[in-house]
């Protein structure tokens, strides 16, 4: 009776407090998110891993991948990219990983001439097998999606010398479309040829559809249309189509001189074609190694010839989603092959940053230490120097650009004077790729050691810092969300002071904890910041005095007097009662309505 008399005050009471829970509710974290928003975006990137040895050593594998070819299934609901050292079968719904594949049996890589075709029923992935265990004849298998169960399709090679490079399978999986490229060593000067075949994976019934021959006619790609009627593929001169009975040969586009054409893709609805257009030196210099991707460009024409233009710089193997003509998969060019995923219908990037941490995917992935996909481990701390790996990043590269690093993200000491980096740049100023900056003839870390103060630093999450300075066995702390740009302690006039900066606009916050055996009363300690009084708050914990102090961020010489003789507008903290005022008020509220209920029962 009595809890039924007190639950709808109780309930109001609760309703209160949850209100008041959810406008005042502390964030747990200000870390940046992985974003959707990018655009391109990176489709998927094998985070980078750290570990220490029993030894003591730091080690270090990049992770990333190095696409060179992209594959999506015909119902877009599977993306396929094919790496130099793996094989990733992607869920288009949810954009992770089904399978993550290395070493597949029967498949020798072939480079930029990799190819692969995912059945239309999204269970195989067939691929051309070049390797010479199988000389002289070359194979196209199938494979399961996660690379296991591999199954011998047909031979495709109709000579000794010929070798397979492009295929694709009919709509229906039924038909299989292949080339081929050899040179007649039997005359002089060598007879070059391309071909192009049929075959009927039902009967193995084979049909030749086209004959090249010559240098100019080496073939780089091939594609079925979506209605299978027609067949596009490009050579060193141009862009054709030709009808699937081998009638009809046009050429729509002419190729760039040296210029090559890969990648040919039919956007879904037939009338278009895009392929990249790779500038590779000369034609008589040709090689797949030679081929400067960085100068790949996805272009894009209509299939009567009209509207030739380029959609996208600095990418390769563009193919579209069966879904959505407005989205696609490619690969772009950053020392390796990234693959990404873009959307046309929405602003595009040219330098992207996939996870919205600042930092583009091109300075994560040449830097090398990253994951583009992560927009956390900036503030990370792989050696555990006092450096954010943002900060050692930055160091670097304001020191010797990008692609040289005198700071190594994997040793806290890059000198080897005995003081970690962090503590070199954020306490004595020092320069942690030099033993003895001032080349006075003493190590950084003797002269430090004499001034009677040692110091480590730490890095906390959402890249705040925490300073452990200790002077005559007495331990001061500093946690803050600025840069440190060096401490100093003056023990005569019991003065600390830190250097101290951030981005304009935003706001700086330090926490500075004395032992109160340090000062002569909490009322006796005053803050500037720049040689100006600045309001402060402090009370004590314990054994120890806590000072709290926020200002705008520029570059600023914060200083905490510990003695009387400095100047500053003190104060006595409440905010660490005071921040939880909600918690409190809902508390007396919940007591105040459980009295009031009380009272009303018992009258009754």
């Known amino acids: 009776m009595l809890e039924t008399k007190l639950s709808p005050i109780a309930t109001i009471a609760i309703i209160f407090v949850s209100a008041m829970f959810g406008l005042y509710r502390i964030p747990l974290s ?270 894009a024409i209509n299939v009567d010839g009209s509207n030739k233009h380029t959609i996208f710089y600095g990418a390769a193997c563009w193919t579209w989603s069966p879904l959505n003509g407005s989205i696609a998969a490619f690969i772009k060019i950053i020392g390796r092959g990234v693959p990404y995923l873009i959307d046309l219908s929405l602003p595009i990037s040219s330098d992207p940053d996939s996870d919205g941490d600042g930092l583009s995917d091109r300075e994560e992935i040449f830097c090398g230490y990253f994951n583009p996909l992560d927009p956390t481990d900036l503030y990370k701390d792989y050696d555990n120097d006092g450096l954010s790996n943002l900060e050692e990043y930055e160091f670097n590269i304001k020191r010797s650009g990008v692609g040289t690093y005198p700071l190594n993200l994997l040793n806290p000491d890059t000198d080897g004077d005995g003081l970690s980096d962090g503590v070199e740049i954020k306490v004595f100023r020092t320069d942690p790729t030099r033993r003895d900056t001032d080349g006075d003839g003493i190590d950084d870390g003797l002269e430090a050691a004499a001034t009677g103060l040692s110091a480590f630093v730490s890095v906390l999450p959402e890249g705040w810092i925490r300073m452990t300075l200790q002077w005559s066995n007495k331990t001061m702390y500093v946690s803050t969300n600025s840069s440190v740009l060096g401490v100093v302690f003056n023990s005569t006039s019991m003065v600390l002071s830190i250097s101290v900066g951030g981005p304009d606009g935003t706001t700086g916050i330090a926490n500075i904890t004395i032992p109160m055996e340090m000062i002569t009363s909490l009322s006796a300690v005053s803050v500037t910041l720049d040689n100006q009084p600045i309001e402060f708050q402090i009370n004590q914990v314990g054994s120890y005095a806590q000072i709290y102090v926020e200002y705008h961020h520029s570059f600023h010489e914060l200083t905490a007097h510990l003695s009387s003789s400095g100047v500053g507008i003190g104060g006595v903290d409440l905010t660490g009662i005071m921040s939880y005022w909600w918690l409190m008020l809902s508390i007396t509220i919940v007591a105040v309505a459980s009295i009031i209920a009380l009272i009303i029962v018992k009258r009754r």
């Open 30 to 299: 200000n870390a940046a998110e992985s974003t959707v928003n990018a655009n391109p975006r990176i489709i998927y990137w094998p985070a980078p891993q750290v570990w220490q040895t029993e030894y003591g050593h730091i080690m270090w594998n990049s992770g990333g991948i190095d696409a060179t070819s992209i594959a999506w299934s015909p119902s877009g609901e599977i993306l396929f990219i094919a790496g130099s050292d793996r094989f990733v079968v992607i869920n288009a719904s949810t954009w992770s990983p089904i399978s993550d594949s290395c070493n597949l049996w029967g498949y020798s890589g072939q480079g930029v001439f990799d190819s692969f075709v995912i059945s239309p029923n999204d269970s195989k992935i067939f691929y051309v097998n070049t390797s010479y265990v199988f000389a002289p004849s070359s194979a196209i298998y199938s494979m399961s999606l996660g690379g296991s169960d591999p199954t011998f399709i047909t031979y495709v090679n109709s000579c000794s010398s010929c070798v397979p490079t492009f295929f694709d399978l009919s709509s229906d999986g039924m038909t299989l479309l292949y080339t081929e490229f050899a040179e007649n060593y039997s005359t002089y000067p060598y007879t070059r040829f391309s071909r192009i075949w049929k075959v009927n994976l039902e009967t193995s019934e084979r049909s030749l559809i086209l004959e090249l021959e010559g240098p100019d006619n080496q073939i780089f790609s091939v594609r079925f249309s979506p209605s299978d009627d027609k067949i596009a593929f490009s050579t060193y001169t141009g862009v054709w189509i030709i009808n699937s009975d081998g009638t009809h040969l046009t050429r729509i586009a002419d190729i760039l001189e040296n210029s090559i054409a890969m990648h040919l893709n039919w956007a879904p609805n037939g009338t278009m074609l895009t392929y990249t257009e790779v500038d590779y030196g000369g034609r008589s210099d040709y090689h797949p190694y030679n081929i400067w991707w960085p100068n790949s460009n996805i272009t």
